[in-house]
């Protein structure tokens, strides 16, 4: 059965023509593109990089963006279009995450013109393909902590250190890289092949299995002055690039939960068990999809609000806290229910449930954890911040 | 060039269909719309013969508001113009009817050549636009899976029973009935989805006559399952299997 969308409250009629013709696009694209080939490059661990340029024709990468005669989307637009990727694969809406919200964004925010003019366009089209270097071995939710510096050497920077669980890492053109300096922490663009730069792929994964993640080590990594991102002074600016990555994954979840809810809701009504009656018409069986309905409106809602307050300048970054924490526990809770209600179809990828099962794992830690999300508007209703365990005296 | 495209905003076949209470016709309100798949084709067919020959393309539609959302994907995906023919009870005329309605488009584009899909995924009749070009007294071509246009004239690839390809050559104008897998169509980018919004659509209203058709009822027939044990020995089994299958189910020759 087609994916026709999930819209218990029709919200369709909240968004704009021109939002769903959008998302329809992308829907169609992700139909007859994605979902033929996924399940068997999940299985050979490959991500499908010929489908860059075709991404790239459609103008996904950089859509909210207005410069460089980029789409300049609405938020709500942008969201739907990492909803309908991500109801193809986790792993391929995370690397149009990474190309837009976590490299253009970057360029286009801290980057100098020249930087500009020579990497968005590229990154635009597919030609060149990005990614982006803060979480290292040791520190993940403490990026502050990082070991990585770069060091002034006349009119180069030498970059020191390891970046890893870094998504298109090995495939990247350009690396967005921060180093802590004598200055604090800077951003700088490494491109492949600098000397001193290399990738290794991260294997044994299940899950994101049909992306790159890869470890990236900077030896006595020299790049030229001009290589670093002029505005970006400060934590606070990679902070600001996963506020925008954030944003699209409490989009994208929920694309990955409305799949699982239309697989397994089909699967209920047709499946016969007990006196030839679909499993559908069963209680526990019926409260498990309501329950997947219910949340998932309930995300819906709360991914709509968020665009809303976006578009108008008023989103902060514990408000997108709260929509990545919700929804991709969401899509978590959504992955695991429909997979019990597929039994034991549920586990074999003839059915796309236990990828969207285990893809859901990574986004949960990813980009913030749902515990530091819960810490993050922790200490925006609060006041306290309780990142640190207490100290030991009182 | 001027090319003129006929689409129909149909429902989703490939979505769970409901019917309406009066069991006439589907419930359009709980079905999505989406452009017919074959006209779908034709759209592209159409982009194509402007890219490599120049000229417009304008692409019309007869229906309720719904239908400017097939427009709209229309223009996205790279004509330059969109005639609505606004009828609320579009889903119930038969073929003459649209096909009286097309010809009042026809005559206002003066087009050089109409292009539209063979049939449509909802009714399916499939007679629509060649009792338009019956009404226009111009040639057409039905099923068509190949189109080129040299001076002034079209050649055409025509599918025909048992994997035969038929090549012809038709004056134009002419309307052209294309088959779904004649191209691969585009998808509407996002580059495209925001030039749409400032191609015009022009609303328009035509003199439609009466059905000569009216649907009575659409159901599902009953499926009824019918066992029959051939008893024998394997051989005396197979033959009569073999007798069966050539004389009275007329799957083998």
Known sequence: MKFTGVDFLGLDSEITAEERLIRDSVREFVDREVKPIIEDYHRQGKFPLHLTSKI????????????????????????????????????????????????????????????????????????????????????????????????????????????????????????????????????????????????????????????????????????????????????????????????????????????????????????????????????????????????????????????????????????????????????????????????????????????????????????????????????HITGFPAFNPPKESC | MKILVFIKQVGDVEARIVLREDKKWINLNEVPMKINENDQFAIEEALRIKEKHGGEVTVATIGGNKATDALRKALALGADKAIHVEDNEWYIRDSYALAKSMEQVVNRIEPDIIVTGSQSSDLGWGTTATILASLLDIPHAWLVIGLQIENGKAFIDREMEAGMIEKSEISLPAVIEVQAGINTPRYASLRGIMQAKKKPIEKISVTIPDNRVEILKIFEPKTTTQVEFLEGDPETVAKTLIEKLRKEERVIE
């Open chain 1, 56 to 379: 790239g024709e459609l103008g996904l990468f950089g859509a909210p963006f207005k410069e460089y005669n980029l789409p300049g989307l609405s938020a709500t637009a942008y969201g739907l279009i990492m909803q309908e990727l991500e109801r193809g694969d986790s792993g391929l809406r995370s690397f149009v995450s990474v190309q837009s919200a976590l490299v253009m964004y970057p360029l286009l925010t801290f980057g100098s013109k020249e930087q500009k003019d020579y990497w968005i366009p590229k990154l635009a089209t597919g030609e060149a393909i990005g990614c982006f270097g803060l979480t290292e071995p040791g520190y993940g939710s403490n990026p502050g902590g990082m070991l990585t510096t770069a060091r002034r050497k006349g009119k180069k920077w030498v970059i020191n250190g390891t970046k890893q669980w870094i998504t298109n890492g090995s495939i990247a053109d350009i690396a967005v890289i921060w180093a802590k300096t004598e200055e604090g922490i800077r951003g700088f663009l490494v491109e492949k092949g600098t000397p001193g730069f290399t990738t290794r792929d991260q294997h044994g994964k299940f899950s994101l299995r049909a992306s790159i993640t890869s470890e990236l080590s900077f030896i006595d990594c020299e790049v030229p002055e001009e290589n670093m991102l002029p505005k970006a002074k400060g934590l606070k600016a990679p902070l600001m690039c996963l506020s925008q990555a954030r944003y699209g994954i409490a989009w994208g979840a929920l694309g990955a939960a409305m799949e699982c809810y239309q697989v397994a809701l089909e699967y209920a009504k047709t499946r016969h068990q007990f006196c030839n009656t679909p499993i559908a018409a069963h209680q526990l069986v019926q409260e498990k999809l309501v329950w997947m309905i219910t949340e998932i409106t309930k995300g819906q809602l709360l991914a709509l609000q968020l665009a809303r307050m976006k578009d108008k300048g008023r989103l902060a970054f514990y408000h997108i806290s709260m929509g990545k924490r919700n929804n991709v526990w969401v899509a978590r809770e959504v992955a695991k229910l429909a997979r019990e209600i597929l039994g034991a179809n549920g586990i074999v990828d003839d059915y796309p449930v236990i990828r969207h099962m285990l893809n859901i794992e990574s986004v949960y830690t990813y980009e913030g954890t749902h515990d530091i999300h819960t810490l993050i508007i922790g200490e």
